[in-house]
């Protein structure tokens, strides 16, 4: 039978025309549902942008600070904000990545009995973990317990206990796709498993890997109760991890947002409505959100290129 009689026997078919009604109707229903998901993110990216985008394009917001500008106050910047972002969550990738890879190359290569499953228990149990108890276990661990004081690297050990178990189930994932040929072939030719691991393994997933790796610094980049708890807000430009309150662009987001009913000033004995910790609010949050979207582009960019097959 050629492949024409076919495609008629089976278009002629009994109930051909309802099969086709439903999947019209299940692609009609998939296609809605999409577009109503949209719309609420939609709606908040114009209405951040909206708000925003005057102050992130005003002089000065990339290269200065929020020091000695109270909300009476217009200008400032976001600098501070971005540079304790940057290396709380900087720190937070150092500490991260060699642990999680660790831990995804036992559980893939290595990992048998009782210890790979309580590992995989462990791991499961940190995907849950809420950012405000990681925090405060760092905070009653290391502030508490030995009488430390607020810094930001502590807000970069909490977000360590979120970004692992992110970046360990997408190794894992990775990882099981190598072909289990190239490690035979590997292993025929004499090749120690480790040498095996770190010359064929690693770099055939090497893709998915950093793709797994820039959603996990996406994932913490935005968290915002482990530096309530854990180093406080400063609008000065503090760049020491180790020492006193840092800026933060979560933090200056709750610090502008804290002065939004008192914004009346007077001018020339009038009371006027001014705006400017909410536009600075606003500002800031576009900024955030611009920061983890292009950490979220960079891993579809990546993805794209991987070369990883089944």
């Given at each position: ?23 019209r109707l299940a ?211 503090n760049r020491n ?70």
């Amino acid at each position: 039978m050629t492949s024409a009689t076919l495609s008629s026997t089976l278009a002629g078919a009994p109930g051909s025309g309802w099969r086709k009604a439903k999947n019209r109707l299940a692609t009609t229903v998939i296609y809605g549902c999409f577009l109503l998901a949209l719309v609420p993110l939609v709606w908040l990216l114009w209405t951040v942008v909206s708000r925003g985008l005057a102050s992130i394009t005003a002089d000065g917001w990339f290269t200065s600070s929020q020091r000695g500008i109270t909300y009476r106050d217009s200008g400032g910047g976001a600098l501070h904000a971005i540079i304790g972002t940057l290396e709380q969550v900087l720190l937070c990738t150092v500490i991260s990545v060699p642990i999680a890879l660790l831990v995804a190359i036992y559980l893939v290569e290595y990992g048998r009995g009782p210890l790979a499953r309580a590992t995989t228990f462990m791991v499961d149990i940190l995907t849950g973990i809420p950012s405000i108890v990681a925090a405060l276990f760092v905070y009653a661990v290391l502030v508490t317990g030995f009488s430390g004081q607020r810094a930001g690297w502590l807000v970069s050990s909490a977000l360590v206990m979120l970004m692992i178990p992110v970046v360990v189930r997408t190794t894992e994932e990775m990882l099981r796709l190598v072909p289990n040929e190239l490690r035979e072939a590997s292993y025929a030719l004499g090749v120690p498993k480790w040498k095996t691991i770190v010359k064929i393994v690693l770099p055939t997933a090497l893709s998915g890997i950093v793709t797994g790796i820039v959603l996990g610094v996406a994932r913490v980049a935005g968290e915002t109760a482990p530096l309530l708890v854990l180093v406080g807000y400063s609008p000065n430009d503090n760049r020491n991890l180790f020492g006193g309150p840092q800026g933060s662009l979560p933090g200056m987001i709750k610090d502008q947002f804290g002065n939004l009913g008192s914004t009346t000033i007077l001018r020339n004995g009038h009371k006027v409505s001014v705006h400017y910790a909410a536009d600075r609010m606003w500002g800031a949050a576009l900024t955030l959100i611009i920061l983890v979207m292009a950490l979220n582009l960079l891993a579809r960019l990546i993805a794209r290129r991987s070369k990883v097959s089944s």
